[in-house]
Structures are given as structure tokens and as C-alpha cells.
Nanobody, 121 residues
Framework: QVQLVESGGGLVQAGGSLRLSCAAS????????MGWYRQAPGKQRELVAV???????NQADSVKGRFTISRDNARNTVYLQMNSLKSADTAVYYC???????????????WGQGTQVTVSS
């Protein structure tokens, strides 16, 4: 079984910063991609940023230059540094991992429970 535990969400004023963390635990064999999606009220879940095990990054245009994704493979942890936050960034942020576990060594997608980020204008 795999658990993704997120932390770092909260309330911040526009222009401020937050740092999200997500640690994966369980019988993990390997992690391919790690990243973040978000879902605002009344909208579909959308990609924020994903980083591969090779360091390749895929990022939404709306966050380029403001958000930085990184990963610590030794800790199975992915981070999202969010700067210059805008009210449009308000959403529930979900951690995402594509990984393989010992009982089933095929890549599957796993999600965290979500953490609320609210940016006040």
C-alpha cells in the first residue's frame, strides 16, 4: 500500500509564497514521475507541474516563472515552491506520483488527499 502525505497549504496574501511538500511511503520500488495538480471550485483538475525521474519538467504556462518543482529521491518527496501567488492560484492541490510497488512492479498513478491553497487579494 502507498500513502502520499501532503503538507504546506494554507492562506496567503496575493504576492506571497508557499511551499508544498508530498512524501510517499510504502513498498515503493521506483518512482517515475512526481508532481502536482490542482482543482479550483467548479473547474476540472489541471496539471500544475510534474517532474520525471530524469529531471524533465512539464509545467502549466500559468505558473512558469513563479512556481518551481523539485524532488528528493532519497526521501521520495516532491516539493512545489510557489512564489508571486495570485488569487487565480486558489485551489485544492493534489500530489501525484507514478510509481511501482513491490507487489505489482508496474507503474500506476497514486494521488494524495489534497491540500487547500487560498490566495487572498
Amino acid at each position: 500500500q502507498v500513502q502520499l502525505v501532503e503538507s504546506g497549504g494554507g492562506l496567503v496574501q496575493a504576492g506571497g509564497s508557499l511551499r508544498l511538500s508530498c512524501a510517499a511511503s510504502g513498498s515503493i520500488v521506483s518512482i517515475n514521475a512526481m508532481g502536482w495538480y490542482r482543482q479550483a471550485p467548479g473547474k476540472q483538475r489541471e496539471l500544475v507541474a510534474v517532474i520525471s525521474d530524469g529531471g524533465r519538467i512539464n509545467q502549466a504556462d500559468s505558473v512558469k516563472g513563479r512556481f518551481t518543482i523539485s524532488r528528493d529521491n532519497a526521501r521520495n518527496t516532491v516539493y512545489l515552491q510557489m512564489n508571486s501567488l495570485k488569487s487565480a492560484d486558489t485551489a485544492v492541490y493534489y500530489c501525484y506520483d507514478r510509481l511501482a510497488i513491490a507487489a505489482m512492479p508496474l507503474l500506476n498513478d497514486y494521488w494524495g488527499q489534497g491540500t487547500q491553497v487560498t490566495v487572498s487579494s
